[in-house]
């Protein structure tokens, strides 16, 4: 038992992996999620499918089995055989990328119509649409959610102790074995896990301060 | 290592045991939270600043960790403090309180959602508030809500293979458990994704119809 | 082959379980215990100077062997028919029997998996599909009255609690167990009734027998210099149980 | 005509830090039809709302038939109204809103009952045997079953004063009632109020920006600015030879923008 | 005015079952300006979203500045036109809306001079400087630096036609421009529209329920019902001499409601 210090060190150490997957699998699901968002828009039906395919597949099937898959079945059709650090990160990206996916579409379509044909009107091209007038205004009603997800994101990095990626569960279940102690590992964890998740929402908060400037009495 | 089917048919029993008992977590689970968010959207509407602010925080803390860590919590710590549940019951509450979370941002929504004309309308024909309330508010506040509901539903779903963890045999477990005696990995853990997906692919099926017959709430 | 390419990259990687005293990990997240030790000197005397060890749930470690993930197990994973099926496994390495946990003084008497069958009362707690699991389930204790537990820890704490009657793990599991919780209401009896005596080895890929090979003569060698026995006899193992059998024999047994 | 039926003594109400009426009194005589017109945000629609209970008042005190609306006496002193006070005044009062606010998901009947039975305790077919009255009086007796949503913005409307007149206050409020129908459905809205006017002796108050509409119904115009009543006097006087500039130049602009007043 | 700048020829066009202009022709002459006037949904706007490509069009064939609209030739035959020609057709027309829809991200300098720099390559100083003169012609070259919601109705709507103006089209569009505006701000636009319409060559197209200032502005006056011309003719005799029952039964509704034609 004792030496509390060294303890905490561990579960220090996995609070770094929990932060690297949430930070890594952010950026992978935000880029999936504005290419599927957009794809689900795309005029050319082929793309529209697959965008579909893609996010119903992953919404709908749990992350306990996407993990499994590609890490355990992936290696096996001699593809590829992804660390475990490669396959958190991006079954984690894959599965909160497709709820963003859905995020992206919804926030573009509820730009009104009326700025769509102002576009029209003023002779914008398509890509001229989307770049100067409807994603700066789709942005700001993105972000609230896209914090959630993220939060998500957070509180889903504790399956990854499944593939042996020591996150911050994991180190506190490690400890909690060595020490015999249940209690202070997991309360540990548990304010760590909330200072992140607060983090993540003061961060999301100050962006969306920035974007919606000058956006006052729009919505 | 290739498909075995009559492994695939021997396991079958053993894995829809587990998944009635997973259904069964997921309804209760679901009732809970329907309640237990409805309480927390009526508790943060209080006037009572140190009500709404205290509900405001703790509904924030239980969204901001994982379930994982708190179903560890609800059946480990707290026989220390001589709150001793059956592990099903634990595992219900767990997934209860962390879904009523959810529940009650979705009603706080269905309800912000029904215009300030018809608070309006109910004064000016001089109804009460318990009128205003079950005649006016509710029939129009919780038909939009339905698809949000049924969203975190599904998802609830897709999440209660963490109750191995505090031992309940749902589906996730009996596959690991069929897993560990046979050391096979894959139909096991294939047939447990077939069988969320095939769920989640009439949910979502259904998920479509619910929200054409209801419309939405929010984005 | 196989040993030149880990020569090369000069680690192996192995796969561990969280379950002192088979693997232990210190305050500074070095592993150590009687399992990982005895790998860590087998492959220095084959030249393969660094060990890289992840701790793995016990379901989870033939499939990471089996798609490439580790090069072996070391964790205390006991031989039996289907799993030398599955895997290359070394000559024994560490052996134990199995045990119960349960409140001090045995109130209820039990002595064998055959008890818990017979008490229609008894609640017995194992890991899912590990031995112990499996020895239950044929002294016929009904699925819903075996109870599975995630881990030690968790086992002890469900004894404790009194949700569980008792728990079961190799005597040495538990030992350590009790003794890190320093709970005198509890005791551990062994060993259990009927149950045989367990060895596991270090396994290996099928397609890796050569490595298996050298592993196995190392292993003779640091058997019969003794120093076997001083690695693993500190940490509450018998080095004579696995030297005076086989794993012809233990292949064998159910 | 006698007696003041409301009477509105030192209104103040504030947003915040914006003062939106500041020191307002007024009478309003039984059976008077009285018009409110000003430019916008010069606190039409918050008198009207104030007197629907519909907000809070910063200061002053309103009588509405003999009581006080906004307080009342406890042990001698006058203290602020409680729920149930306000319940109680409330059945003197009716309001129009500009946005119709029926209930959605209600038929047109039962928008017109609802409150009867639940507020009145009438009996179902009492109530039901009424409400077909009134829908004959606004001409709609036809789309009894109708939904909300199946009507134009004009039956809307109509439905909506049927629905006030269900409960039978002594005093109606209009809140710019056609400014979000079509043109053409406004007549249809406007000849049903002016029926009103003539054969009832409700009390009116009306906001609105159809000064051809205000000349015609009312005995009285308030002309508002900035929260205060600039002139008031009987329409003629206020249309054709007003006093102040702020009600000149407000009717020119309306003038230039083409409404006859 | 002697050639036709849009020529519509037996144009149709149907949302789903329902048709909503069925067989129309008629040309507009450069420099015209033309009132559509008529009924709620007789096809009013969708006329002017057809003409600005807001719309499929479902059959017959429409030619503005002599090149066709919505068909382009390919190997000698008239093929559909793809998004390449709509987007060069586009720089003729200019369209303002009724609830302006203007960028609500972008200041008002930035509204008018997002077009010119994207799609016709201005330089931005040369853009922003014509931007200022617009912004002086519509009486707002105070408020460049201003976010559209700090503005105030007209003052909106005139940056929106500053806006349209700034891409310099031959034909201009304007679809209820004041409908959703206070009364006493509906002046101000009018004023604007009155200006450009007596100062430029410029062909328009308005459509409004301002039967004054249909009368004031145009030439030619095309009365709508149900997606055909019931009666065209000068304003004059449109307003005072109408021959048809349909225009003469709209225009009486229109002045019951209070409104000046
Ligand atoms: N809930 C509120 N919060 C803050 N300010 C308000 C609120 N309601 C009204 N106001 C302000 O009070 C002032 C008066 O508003 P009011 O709606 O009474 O004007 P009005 O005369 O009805 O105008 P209109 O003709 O545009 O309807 C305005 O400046 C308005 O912005
Ligand atoms: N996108 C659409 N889908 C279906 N029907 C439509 C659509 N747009 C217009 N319509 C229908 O087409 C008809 C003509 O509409 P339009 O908006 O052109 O009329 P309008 O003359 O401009 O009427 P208003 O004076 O009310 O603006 C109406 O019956 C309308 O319901
Ligand atoms: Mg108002
Ligand atoms: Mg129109």
Redesign the interface.
């Known amino acids: ?1 004792g ?1 509390w ?3 905490l ?2 579960i220090l ?1 996995g609070a770094r992996t929990t932060v690297l997957l949430t930070v890594l699998g952010s950026a992978v699901a935000l880029v999936v999620a504005f290419v599927a968002g957009l794809g689900r828009l795309s005029p050319v039906a082929a793309v529209r499918w697959l965008a579909t395919a893609y996010i ?1 597949f992953f ?7 996407q993990l ?2 590609i ?3 992936l ?2 059709t001699g593809l590829w ?1 992804p660390t ?1 650090m490669q396959a958190g990160v991006l079954a984690l990206g894959l599965n909160v990328g497709a709820y963003g996916a859905e ?1 992206v579409r ?2 573009i379509q ?1 730009v009104p119509r ?2 769509y ?2 576009c ?7 890509f ?1 649409r989307m770049r ?2 409807i994603l ?2 789709a942005l700001p ?1 993105m972000l609230p ?1 896209f914090g959630n997800n993220a ?1 998500e994101l957070l ?2 990095t ?2 990854v102790s ?3 990626l ?1 996150d911050m ?2 180190q ?3 400890v ?5 102690s ?2 202070v590992p ?1 309360v540990t ?2 304010v760590l ?2 200072a ?3 983090l993540i ?1 003061l961060a999301i908060r100050a962006c969306e301060r920035r974007v919606t400037r ?5 919505r | ?1 290739e498909w075995d089917w009559d492994f695939t048919w021997s396991i079958m029993p053993q894995l829809l045991a587990g998944f009635r008992i997973t259904l069964v977590a997921t309804a209760l689970g679901a009732v809970v939270a329907a309640i237990l968010g409805l309480v927390f959207a009526i508790l943060r509407r209080s006037r009572n600043r140190l009500v709404s602010r205290t509900t405001g925080l703790v509904v ?2 239980i ?8 179903l ?2 609800i059946f ?2 707290l026989p ?1 403090l001589g709150i001793r549940l059956p592990a099903l019951t634990a595992g219900v509450i767990g997934m209860g309180l962390h879904y009523a979370t959810y529940a009650s941002e979705v009603y706080r929504g269905g309800i912000e959602a029904v215009s300030r004309g018809q608070w309006e309308a109910a004064k000016a024909t001089n109804l009460t508030a318990r009128q205003t309330w079950v005649h006016v508010i509710l029939p129009q506040a919780i038909p939009p809500m339905i698809p949000a509901m049924a969203n975190y539903l599904l998802a609830m779903f ?2 209660t ?1 963490l109750l191995s963890a505090i031992t309940v045999l749902e589906l ?1 477990n009996q596959a690991k458990s069929v897993a560990n005696s046979s050391y096979r ?2 139909e096991p ?1 294939t047939m ?2 077939v069988m ?2 095939v769920v ?2 009439i949910s ?1 099926v259904g998920l479509r119809w619910l929200e054409r017959r209801y419309g939405r709430v929010g ?1 | 082959d196989k040993l030149d390419d880990l020569k090369e990259a000069g680690t192996v990687r192995i ?1 561990i379980g ?3 005293p088979f693997t ?6 070095k592993v150590s215990g009687a399992a990982p030790d005895v790998a860590r000197a087998v492959f220095a005397a084959l030249g393969v100077a660094d060990l890289e060890a ?4 016990y379901g ?1 470690m033939i ?2 062997l089996q ?3 580790v090069d072996a197990i070391t964790a205390g994973l006991f031989m039996k028919p289907e799993r030398c099926d599955a895997v290359a496994y070394s000559e024994p390495i560490l052996c134990d029997a199995e045990a119960l946990l349960l409140p001090a003084g045995n109130p209820k008497g039990f002595q064998s998996y055959e008890d818990f069958a017979k008490d229609p009362e008894a609640r017995l707690g194992t890991p899912g599909g590990g031995t112990e699991e499996k020895l239950a389930l044929d002294a016929g204790v009904p699925r819903d009255r075996l109870i599975v537990v995630p ?3 968790s086992g ?2 469900m004894v404790q609690d009194g949700r569980i009657d008792a728990y079961s793990l190799p005597v040495l599991s538990l030992n350590d ?1 009790l003794a ?3 709970d005198d209401t509890l005791e551990v009896f062994a060993p259990v009734q009927g149950a045989p005596v367990y060895c596991d080895g270090a396994a290996f890929n099928k397609r890796d027998t050569d490595l298996r090979d050298a592993f196995d003569a190392e292993l003779a060698k640091l058997k019969e210099s003794g120093e076997f026995a001083k690695i693993v006899e500190p940490y509450g193992f018998s080095a004579q149980a696995a030297i005076s059998t086989n794993r012809e024999t233990l292949c064998a047994q159910e | 005509m006698d007696q003041p039926i409301i009477r509105i003594q030192n209104l103040q109400k504030s947003f915040g830090t914006l003062t939106v009426i500041d020191g307002l009194s007024f009478d309003v005589m039984k059976g008077e039809k009285l018009a409110l017109i000003g430019p916008s945000g010069s606190g039409k629609t918050t008198i009207l709302r104030i007197l629907m209970t519909l907000e809070d008042i910063s200061g002053g005190r309103i009588e509405v038939c003999g009581e006080p609306l906004y307080h009342m006496a406890r042990n001698g002193a006058d203290v602020p109204a409680d729920e149930a006070h306000l319940h109680r005044m409330r059945r003197h009062i009716g309001m129009v809103f500009q946005h119709f606010n029926l209930f959605p998901h209600k038929s047109v009947l039962q928008n017109i009952t609802l409150a009867p039975v639940l507020t009145k305790g009438e009996r179902r077919a009492d109530a039901e045997r009424r409400a077909r009255e009134l829908l004959d009086m606004v001409g709609l007796a036809d789309k009894a079953d109708y939904m909300p949503s199946q009507l134009s913005g004009g039956q809307k409307q109509r439905v909506a004063i049927a629905r006030a007149l269900a409960l039978q206050p002594q005093i109606m409020l209009f809140d710019e009632v056609t400014s979000a129908l079509d043109p053409e459905l406004v007549e249809e809205v406007l000849e049903v109020m002016q029926r009103l006017a003539r054969e009832t002796d409700m009390t009116m108050l009306l906001v609105t920006h159809e000064m051809g509409f205000a000349h015609d119904f009312a005995d009285r115009v308030l002309f508002f600015d900035k929260g205060r009543i600039v002139e008031q006097g009987p329409p003629d006087q206020i249309f054709t030879a007003p006093q102040e500039d702020r009600t000149k130049s407000f009717l020119r602009k309306i003038i230039a923008a083409g409404q006859r007043v």
């Not at chain 1, 000058?214 to 729009?218: P, R, S």
């Not at chain 3, 232990?24 to 997240?29: E, K, V």
């Open positions: 038992m030496d210090s060294g303890y060190t561990l150490e119903e919404r709908g099937t749990s992350i306990f089995v499994f898959w890490y355990f079945v290696p096996m055989a475990p995020v919804g926030a509820a009326d700025q044909e102002a029209i009107a003023v002779n914008l091209t398509r001229q100067h007038v700066p205004q009603l959610t939060i509180k889903a504790s399956v499944l593939i042996s020591a569960t994991f506190a279940q490690v909690r074995s060595q020490t015999g249940t209690l997991f964890i548990l896990y909330f992140m998740s607060s929402s000058g956006l006052d009495g729009v | 290592m924030e803390f969204r901001g960790t994982p379930l994982l860590v708190q560890y919590f480990y710590v220390d897709k999440e293979p996730m990995y894959v853990m447990v994704g969320f997906l989640s692919v979502v984005g | 796969a969280n379950e002192p232990a990990i210190g305050a500074d997240g992840s701790i793995l749930d989870a499939p990471s798609a490439g993930r881990d030690p820890q002890l704490k167990l890190k919780s320093a």
